[in-house]
């Protein structure tokens, strides 16, 4: 079946600065990805749209200049949290649509990214 | 905007027995998918079934099966003979038809099995 990588897995940095976290579709190419956020013990928020070759589509409340996302190529979206704050502290998840399947479901996750900002 | 709301924010069941999340959800759109997802405490997220709302007969996948009551805007799962393995945090989701793929999730009910 499809897989979605998504690195690092684990991430610690200290407060201020920069962390970047890959998502990649290994066997389908992968014209859009969602990136998701989810605090300990809450749900899936999602935070943007990413679309290959085009600006990000953020969702209301998240701030596009604090999480960039960059779509370059059909197999990799990267999230990165810039300037990042202990409150920046949370799950990262993000997921692929496959548009080669036809079924109802194309959305495949990767396995998500801790990150813990000290 | 489409909102899922899950009220159960815990439930338990003992091993072998049956038992049922609920779910339901706002739209004003006749055209969209549901769906119940399971994520394990290794956090990846699995699709554990999904239903297309212009079907009338209920989603079935083995052990879970789903009660979707259109009018109602309810979508419940049911997971008979429940096994440990079924120990997860479970999320409803709603996706709108056409070709918007995004997800809008509830905020999960953290489903325990006793043995």
């Known amino acids: 079946g499809a897989v979605v990588s998504q690195h690092p897995s684990w991430v610690i940095c200290k407060s201020g600065t920069s962390v970047k976290i890959e998502c990649r579709s290994l066997d389908f190419q992968a014209t859009t990805m969602f990136w998701y956020r989810q605090f300990p013990k809450q749900s899936l928020m999602l935070m943007a749209t990413s679309n290959e070759g085009s600006k990000a589509t953020y969702e209301q409340g998240v701030e596009k200049d604090k999480f960039l996302i960059n779509h370059a190529s059909l197999t990799l979206s990267t999230l990165t949290v810039t300037s990042a704050h202990p409150e920046d502290s949370s799950f990262y998840i993000c997921?692929?649509?496959?548009?080669?399947?036809?079924?109802?479901?194309?959305?495949?996750f990767g396995n998500g990214t801790r990150l813990t900002v000290t | 905007a489409q909102t899922v709301t899950q009220s159960q924010p815990e439930m338990s069941v003992q091993e072998a027995e049956t038992v049922t999340l609920s779910c339901t959800y706002d739209?004003?759109?006749?055209?969209?998918?549901l769906f119940w997802y399971k994520q394990p405490p290794s956090r990846q997220m699995i699709l554990v079934i999904r239903?297309?709302?212009?079907?009338?007969q209920n989603a079935t996948e083995n052990r879970f099966s789903v009660n979707f009551q259109k009018a109602a805007k309810s979508f419940s799962l049911k997971i008979s003979d429940s096994q440990l393995g079924d120990a997860a945090m479970y999320f409803c989701a709603y996706r709108g038809g056409g070709s918007n793929y995004k997800l809008t999730f509830g905020k999960g009910t953290l489903l325990t099995v006793n043995p």
């Open positions: 739209t004003s759109e006749s055209d969209y998918y």
């Open positions: 239903q297309e709302a212009y079907k009338q």
């Open positions: 997921s692929a649509r496959d548009p080669a399947s036809t079924g109802v479901s194309p959305l495949h």
